[in-house]
């Protein structure tokens, strides 16, 4: 009976003081984090297929929300063009227990999501507007939305916030550059000569005979450049996620908008040319910008950009590179965590 009694005070102890810390953080308790009853995704675990209107027509497109808190959600942009919400499942180990609600997203023509053989569909405009449709069905307001991209979905989402960042809370761009033509600078002048000279060599001539088909391309991006400046780990030690979402890549959008090139974008390809490096200092909310000093990105021009955005702050990771969240996660996800609870608390 005496232990009992002891079980129950420390009980009591307890719960005041998870009550304490969750008005002292403002972050709901892990009993509200997991609470889905008076969700309407409830049955479905999280998961909604919503509705996006195009001029093609009707589609849908796959979401999953993780947590449930109603003043911190961040919408996840996977990168490709055409990869996956798998990019992100490394985020389940760190985010719920800090009380953060993350949605994953698998954009239009990605693999969890409707996949029209429409190759009008692939521009940076639509899919602007796609996001916005995701943030209606999804009731995101500017008191609870953040925006998170990484490369790709770091286009992306400096497209949405330049169009509707009245709609933000916050902003993250992750391993993106805000010009293409400056990355592929970086590309061909900077990373490519790290190569042995012969390799470059090689990869420069299949690329001018247009040879994208001829297997030594594969073979010598991945030996000489994936595993030093995409996920900064020996191949056989990928993350099946990461494997996962190469494996889903829907070539039909990646090739419309990037090309078959890995140190440009191809001629005729949708995203030729882009280039944000004059707009974005119009770019008035919080964010969040992160390089990484082994990216296929320049870290100096990212760091730059995080100085033409009025109210951004800058995130490097010492040994991470482009899919920072897998090799360099002890500092990447404390700075994420960070800044969007400094956003939150108003201290950013």
């Known amino acids: 009976m005496k232990h009992l009694k002891l079980w129950s ?8 003081s998870c009550s304490r810390n969750d008005k002292e953080t403002g972050q709901p308790g892990p009993g509200k984090y997991f609470e889905f009853s008076d969700l309407s995704d409830k049955k479905q675990g999280g998961v909604r297929m919503i509705p996006i209107s195009t001029l093609s027509g009707e589609f849908k497109v796959w979401t999953k929300r993780v947590g ?14 055409g990869m996956t919400h798998e990019l992100y499942t490394s985020f389940d180990g760190y985010l719920p227990q800090e009380g953060i609600e993350y949605i994953y997203y698998d954009q239009l023509g990605s693999y969890y999501s409707d996949q029209p053989k429409d190759s009008t569909l692939w521009t940076v405009d639509r899919f602007v507007d796609e996001v916005e449709q995701v943030r209606l069905a999804l009731d995101l307001t500017p008191d609870n939305f953040y925006l998170y991209g990484q490369s790709w979905g770091g286009m992306l989402a400096m497209e949405y916030a330049l169009k ?11 391993n993106m550059m805000a010009s293409l033509p400056e990355y592929e600078k970086y590309a061909k002048g900077v990373l490519g000569p ?43 030690e990928w993350p099946e996620a990461f494997n996962r979402t190469l494996k889903h890549l829907n070539p039909d959008v990646y090739v419309r908008m990037q090309g078959y090139s890995e140190f440009g974008i191809t001629p005729g390809a949708t995203l030729k040319g882009w280039d944000r490096s004059e707009d974005i200092s119009k770019i008035t909310v919080p964010t969040l910008v992160v390089g990484s000093a082994h ?36 500092v990447f996800f404390p700075g994420l965590i960070q800044f969007l609870k400094d956003v939150d608390s108003g201290s950013f």
């Open 295 to 330: 990216d296929t990105m320049d870290p100096k021009y990212m760091e730059w950009m995080s100085t033409e955005i009025p109210n951004a702050r800058y995130l490097f990771c010492p040994d991470g590179s482009h899919v920072v969240q897998y090799d360099n996660p002890e």
């Open 9 to 16: 005070f420390f009980l009591f102890i307890g719960l005041i």
């Open 164 to 174: 509707h960042q009245d709609k933000l809370k916050g902003l993250i761009i992750s």
């Open 194 to 236: 790290q190569m042995p000279p012969e390799v470059f060599k090689e990869l420069m001539e299949i690329e001018e005979n247009n040879d994208f088909d001829n297997p030594r391309y594969a073979e010598l991006l991945m030996e000489h450049h994936y595993q030093y400046h995409v996920l900064r780990k020996p191949l056989a």
């Open 68 to 81: 449930n808190n109603p003043k911190i959600k961040v919408l996840l942009l996977h990168g490709g063009p």
